[in-house]
DNA sequence: ACAAGTACTTACCCGAAAGTATGTATCATG
DNA sequence: CATGATACATACTTTCGGGTAAGTACTTGT
């Protein structure tokens, strides 16, 4: 896990930010490249570790299980892991994680219709 | 304006995540530690340069015109200027921005449930 | 004995985003 | 003639997210 200073001007105002800006504290639990994309494909139902590299070809181990293990701790998903050998972890959405459906619905259809207008 | 490098894997990646996530598309646009404060303050109407400062007392002036040109270079915000001085310059937004609005919402209906849930 | 499969972990590096500090143009006013 | 107001610009430095490459633990199959 990577540390975090504390007494940066950069944090300062992301704190700051964060309590006043629900869109920044949205972005904190599903900022970055690879979030979303791990929520997305979690949508559809529960997968093991396996499976969610295989379907994301591009990301890396590091960054997919530091991201996995991020989205656990904001509570989006939960992870189980039966003891047996070799390993047998599947990870599922939470209540919260499923509700951000809304979102990025919401995103979505917006990206959609800006990209679009962008085009023409 | 700051010039990015071409061939490195993070802009790769980012392109690649780009195409297939709406989601990577909004962030491209809104995300950042002030782009939706900038956005919130101009929902409210249109605004000097120096009210749009005023009223997000933590940035920065070399964060906020960055940001205030990316939007406009977004197409999320018009910047009409009057040739007097001292210069007399507002900011308002686009069609494309006001959309914005709903994804705000739900962004923060979601933010404001999540939050009472883990305060709790 | 050794490779293969699964789910990670760790050390190191690089580039983009953000922040600090200072400078610029123009004119009105004292 | 120098100060203030407005809306920037620019050089330099720090911080953080992301990427590369390699290693670990445990067991089954050959």
């Not at 093991?48 to 070809?57: C, V």
């Not at 989205?71 to 390993?87: F, G, H, K, M, Y």
């Not at 599922?92 to 959609?112: D, P, Q």
Request: glycine share 4%.
């Amino acid at each position: 896990m990577t540390k975090i200073k504390e007494s940066s001007t950069y944090n300062a105002n992301r704190e700051i930010v964060m309590q006043e800006c629900p869109v920044t504290y949205v972005m904190s639990k599903i900022g970055g490249h690879w979030k979303p994309i791990i929520l997305y494909h979690l949508l559809s139902g529960s997968k093991r570790y396996s499976e969610i590299k295989k379907a994301m070809p591009h990301i890396t181990e590091k960054m997919l299980i530091q991201h996995l293990k991020q989205l656990e701790n904001d509570s989006l998903l939960t992870r189980e892991a039966r003891p047996i050998v070799p390993p047998y972890v599947t990870y599922s959405l939470t209540e919260s994680g499923r509700e951000l459906e809304l979102v990025i619905n919401a995103m979505a259809s917006w990206a959609f219709k800006d990209m679009k207008r962008n085009a023409a």
